[in-house]
């Protein structure tokens, strides 16, 4: 389990290229539930009225002695079933939020077509042709230097 630290700010100042993973809280769409798991806490963010307040986003890792990337991520749940099997959908400024963090996205990693190794044992040694929202950073070691997304 990634442990770290909670950061309250109406910012982007907070964001940084040492720290990879993210994920915003949106207070005006409810509380979020904190797990007590051993003696540690972390922030339920799955499927529940907690999950509904986030916004995941993970950055690229490069993994230089590897020669791979791991592909970063930006996710928000839609909806979740209650315990009545009711459905409880995600709220607007949720998906408002979410729409414009994927704008920015977009524009800082394009939709790019990119030959490239991928790590799937199953499938070593072959190149494959895809579209990837991809930072040009990234994009350098694909194409000079192989690595695997």
Do not use: W
């Not at 994920?23 to 499927?47: A, Q």
């Not at 400024?93 to 799937?120: D, F, G, M, Q, S």
């Not at 994009?139 to 230097?145: A, F, H, R």
């Amino acid at each position: 389990m990634q442990t770290g630290i909670v950061i309250e700010s109406d910012s982007t100042d907070i964001i940084s290229k040492e720290c990879l993973d993210y994920y915003f809280y949106i207070p005006e769409t409810g509380k979020y539930k904190v797990e007590k798991i051993g003696n540690r806490e972390r922030i339920d963010y799955g499927y529940n009225a907690s999950g509904l307040t986030m916004i995941e986003a993970s950055m690229s890792k490069i993994f230089e002695k590897d020669k791979r990337i791991s592909r970063g991520r930006l996710y928000c749940i839609t909806n979740y079933y209650d315990e009545k099997e009711n459905i409880i959908k995600r709220p607007d400024l949720t998906t408002k939020i979410y729409n414009t963090l994927a704008r920015y996205v977009k524009k800082i990693a394009p939709y790019t077509e990119v030959e490239h190794y991928v790590l799937n044992p199953m499938y070593d040694g072959e190149k494959f042709l895809t579209k990837e929202y991809i930072t040009t950073e990234c994009l350098s070691y694909v194409e000079k230097d192989d690595f695997k997304i």
